[in-house]
């Protein structure tokens, strides 16, 4: 007996896998027989995940809402992954039919639309003679994205009958918490002889509101084993939403707040200036007696001054060279020149402050001017004859300077050349070079974004933007501009600014900057920028961080009105032109109201047409209706598009080839 105990025992083995779909991602909720004892052993976590004991010579049965069922042989497996197909069914429209005994039907509804929100309301009639107290019916509603063919699952609900929910709490020890559809139970609580009705509402947030949607539900009915009843529904098809008829364009916003204008940042620039001093006749002394020395030592003295003085300047550096004339011995020649670079920097110096002289790079140098440079002077004056014969004795003696000064000293014209023009060469020349903090011209700033656009400011950015001649011109600055500086608000508003302009609203452009401290221009844009890409509960969000009474008051309603605060905002957006007002009534549900406004619109536009038939179809008109929205198609026929998955107007719509002669009439 123990034996075969063991070997029983043996036959036995975990086996545990993950339950995907054909994208790889986790099934939850899926449920795991075992062919031994067929009924359920497991159900799969929120990852998808499984763990059972079950016989080796068993099968596993995989089983969920929405998938086709898999069955697989355990062999001597412990791993089993199993990846389950979406079941394909046919979802018709729903007709409900009175006393319904063999199929769980929900009734048809309407996908309806307040901001971003997809509601959804039904009731579920659960006959008496499917359901009984061994049962559990589950119903998963989801919104299906016909444009994008995704799937988006709502909440949902679990229907069990008395003994079928004890059965459970004694399956997870009276834990409940690990059924993971716990959260969603119901627990049947009228008489067995009694039919149900479920009544549904969730809600779902979809980002894109342009697409085309209808709602399914998919029904589930098991006992203790199996799966004894399943089947789909569409029971909503297209969405009821008539503000996308609302009309409103709104213009951007720049910004007017100083704060958020670049505070110009001056560049430092060099710049240089320029003065000669001539001295004294073999002496280091300036020659006092030239009045030429006077006005520059005076211009020199105010210019050093104005800098020292000049919190944007900086005086860097004095160059400075002594020159003698080149009569005489050359060493003594080179010797005062050097005293004459050390007396000017001693006069010129002295009148600087101390911190400023340490601070400056000095250069000195002392020089004996060639005899060439009397050549060129004496040439200057119309001496022709005398420049030739002293240029002929520099080729004749070369750098035997004493025999050249000895030749020079013998012409007829030396005394000249010793008065007028030796004095010239005997001089300091200097230069002295500063930077100076200035804010760049405009064109000095296009100069330097041509050479290193890296280097500007923002204000140097701000300019840019400000003086562009084109509108490509200044997308192109301000998308450098906010990728060179982090928090560039103005940058990024004028981008924005521009976009709305041209009718591209781009919500990713300002995300970066909207909070509490944003400027109400540019939360205002920014929620422009939402409506455009129909993300309204977004835009209502952003807005609600401006200050009260700033937000100009239409774009304020009519995103309130998008972001389904109807009342609120209808008598602002209502007085904004006659058809905002029927589409506004039509949202509020007061269809009688909408109605006869609605008659009112004598325009004759393919919208007007459009909501006429809107309200007409609510309260039944449906001769009216038809005709409404056969003249909306046939003055614009690209509105055909939207009447497909309209809720309000789909059950108007004849046959393709009827609506094909309706348009070429």
């Given amino acids: 007996m123990l034996a075969c105990c063991v070997n029983l025992s043996a036959q036995r083995i975990r086996v545990q896998g993950q339950i995907t779909d054909r994208n790889g991602k986790g099934v939850p909720n899926a449920n795991v027989f075992s062919s031994e004892k067929k009924e359920r052993i497991d159900m799969s976590d929120e990852d998808g995940r499984y763990s059972v004991l079950a016989d080796k010579n068993a099968s596993l049965k995989f089983t969920c809402i929405g998938y086709e069922d898999y069955t697989v042989k355990i062999g001597n497996k412990q791993i089993i992954d199993v990846v389950l197909k979406e079941a394909v069914f046919a979802l018709d429209e729903v007709t409900v039919i009175s006393k319904v005994k063999n199929k769980v039907v929900p009734e048809p509804t309407d996908i309806e639309i307040k901001g971003n929100y997809f509601h959804l309301k039904t009731r579920v ?24 063919k995704k799937r988006l699952l709502m909440q949902p ?22 059924d993971p559809l716990n959260a969603y139970v119901r627990v049947k609580e009228t008489s067995t002889r009694q ?32 799966i004894v009843y399943r089947d789909s529904f569409s029971i909503a098809r297209g969405t009821v939403n008539p503000l996308r008829f609302l009309e409103y364009k709104f213009s951007a916003f720049s910004l007017t707040d100083e704060r958020y204008i670049p505070k110009p940042i001056m560049q430092l620039r060099d710049t240089k200036g320029e003065v000669n001093l001539t001295f004294l006749v073999g002496k280091a002394s300036l020659d006092d007696r030239n009045p030429r020395n006077q006005i520059e030592l005076n211009r020199l003295n105010s210019e050093l001054r104005a800098i020292e003085n000049n919190p944007d300047a900086s005086l860097r550096s004095f160059h400075i060279v002594g020159i003698a004339s080149p009569d005489g011995g050359y060493e003594n020649n080179q010797k005062l020149a050097g005293l004459r670079t050390d007396k000017a920097l001693e006069r010129i110096l002295s009148q600087l402050d101390a911190s400023t002289r340490k601070a400056l790079e000095l250069k000195s140098a002392a020089q004996v001017a060639p005899w060439k440079d009397v050549v060129g002077l004496l040439r200057k004056d119309g001496l022709v004859k005398e420049a030739a014969e002293i240029e002929g004795l520099i080729k004749q003696y070369g750098e035997r300077t004493y025999r050249l000064n000895k030749a020079v000293k013998s012409t007829s014209y030396y005394d000249k050349i010793l008065s007028v023009y030796l004095p010239k060469l005997r001089k300091v020349q200097y230069t002295y070079g500063y930077s100076i903090f200035r804010s760049l011209t405009d064109e000095e700033i296009k100069a330097l974004y041509r050479q290193k656009p890296h280097d500007l400011t923002r204000f140097e950015y701000y300019r840019l933007l400000v003086t562009a001649e084109t509108q490509a011109e200044k997308e192109k600055y301000g998308k450098e501009a906010i990728e060179a500086y982090e928090g560039f608000t103005y ?18 452009i300002l995300a970066p900057f909207v909070g509490r401290s944003a400027p109400v221009e540019l939360l205002s844009n920014q929620a422009i920028a939402l409506l455009h890409e129909g993300k309204y509960m977004k835009a209502d969000s952003v807005l609600t961080l401006a200050p009260a009474g700033t937000v100009p008051a239409d774009l304020e309603a009519i995103v309130l009105a998008m972001s389904g605060s109807h009342e609120e905002a209808f008598e602002r957006v209502a007085s904004t032109s006659p058809l905002n007002e029927v589409v506004m009534l039509l949202a509020m ?17 393919a919208k007007e047409y459009y909501v006429r038939a809107i309200a007409a179809n609510r309260l039944d008109k449906i001769g009216e209706a038809i005709l409404n929205i056969e003249a909306a198609l046939s003055l614009d ?4 598009e939207i009447a497909r998955i309209d809720g309000d107007i789909i059950d108007l719509l004849p046959e393709e080839q009827k609506i094909k002669n309706t348009l070429e009439k």
């Fill in 125 to 148: 009639p659960v006959p008496k003679e499917m359901f009984n107290s061994h049962r559990r019916l589950i119903l998963q509603p989801s919104i299906y994205d016909v444009t994008e």
């Fill in 157 to 178: 609900v679990v229907f069990d009958g008395e003994d079928y929910h004890v059965s459970q709490k004694r399956m997870y020890d009276y834990e409940p918490d690990r």
């Fill in 195 to 226: 039919g149900d009705v479920i009544a549904y509402h969730d809600s779902l947030y979809i980002e894109n509101l342009k697409h085309d949607y209808r709602a399914d539900v998919h029904i589930a009915m098991e006992n203790y084993r199996n």
């Fill in 491 to 508: 940058a990024a508003n004028e981008l924005a600014v521009l976009n709305i302009a041209r009718d591209t609203p781009d919500a990713s």
């Fill in 589 to 605: 549900k007061k269809n009688e109201e909408a109605w006869e406004k609605a008659v009112k619109l004598n325009a004759g536009s």
């Fill in 637 to 640: 026929p690209s509105l055909l």
